[in-house]
C-alpha cells in the first residue's frame, strides 16, 4: 500500500510539474512575440513620422515670370531694363514689330542684357490679323523676319508668341494653326492693370493691384507693357520687384 501511495504522489508530482513546464513554455513564447511585435511597431513608427515630415516640410519654389507686351518703346523700355539690370533679373519682351524698326537699338539691348524677345505682332491691327488664321500667321512671320533683321547677330528664332488680347479673345481654329506653324502661345495669370481702356493707371495703382491679386500662387506670369505711354509701369516695377522677392519668389523668362 505504501509503495501504491507513493507511487501515486510521485506520477501526482510528475503530471504538475508537466503542467507547469507546458504553461511557463506559453507564458514565455507568448512574452517573445509581444516584445517581437512591440520592436517592429516603434520601429515603424518613427519611419513613417519622418517619412511625413519630410514631405511636409518640402518646400515648393515660387517663381515669377515678368512680360512686358507691346514696346520696345525709347523712354520706357529703357527705364524698364535699367530696373532689370539693377536687380540682376531678366523679363519676357513681347515686341512689335513696327516698334521693333522705330526703336532698334532699345531692342537690341534687351536681348544683349539677357531678356527673352517674343513675339505678339506688326502693330496690334486684331482687325486685320484676326480676320483669318492664315493673316495672323503671316503677321507673325513678317515680325519674327524684322527682328532677325534688326538683331543680326543676336540671331532670333524664338517661336513663343503672345496673342493680342489673350488667346481667349480667338477661337481654337486660330489656336491649333499657330501650333502647326510651329509657334507656342503664351497667357498670364495676373493681369497688372497697367494698361486700362481709357485709363492710365498710376504706378501706386498698379503696385496695389499687384499686391492685392497675386494670391501667394506657386507660379505667376504677369501682364505688363512697355509701350510709350506706360509710363506708370517703369515707376513702378522697382516696388514690384522687391515686394515679390519679399515674398521669396525667384525670377525667371519664359
Known sequence: MKKTRNSLI????????????????????VKVNFLSSSKKVQKNVPTKMAASNKVKN??????VYLTFDDGPSANVTLQILDTLKKYNINATFF???????????????ESRDGNEIA?????????KIYSSPEAYINDLNECSD?????????KFNNKLIRFPGGSNVVNKKFTNSIKKAGYTFVDWNLDSKDSVINKQNSSSEIINHI????????????L???SASNGSTSVALPEIIEFLKSQNYIFKTL
Open 119 to 127: 513675339l505678339k505682332s506688326f502693330n496690334n491691327d486684331t482687325k
Open 211 to 222: 499686391k492685392a491679386s497675386y494670391g501667394n500662387n506657386d507660379k505667376l506670369i504677369i
Open 10 to 29: 510521485l506520477k501526482r508530482s510528475i503530471a504538475i510539474l508537466s503542467i507547469a513546464v507546458i504553461i511557463l513554455g506559453l507564458i514565455y513564447i
Open 224 to 226: 505688363m507693357h512697355d
Open 58 to 63: 518640402k518646400k515648393v519654389q515660387k517663381v
Open 146 to 154: 524684322i527682328l532677325g533683321t534688326v538683331l543680326q547677330n543676336n
Open 95 to 109: 515686341v512689335t514689330g513696327k516698334n521693333s524698326i522705330i526703336n532698334k537699338l532699345t531692342l537690341i539691348r
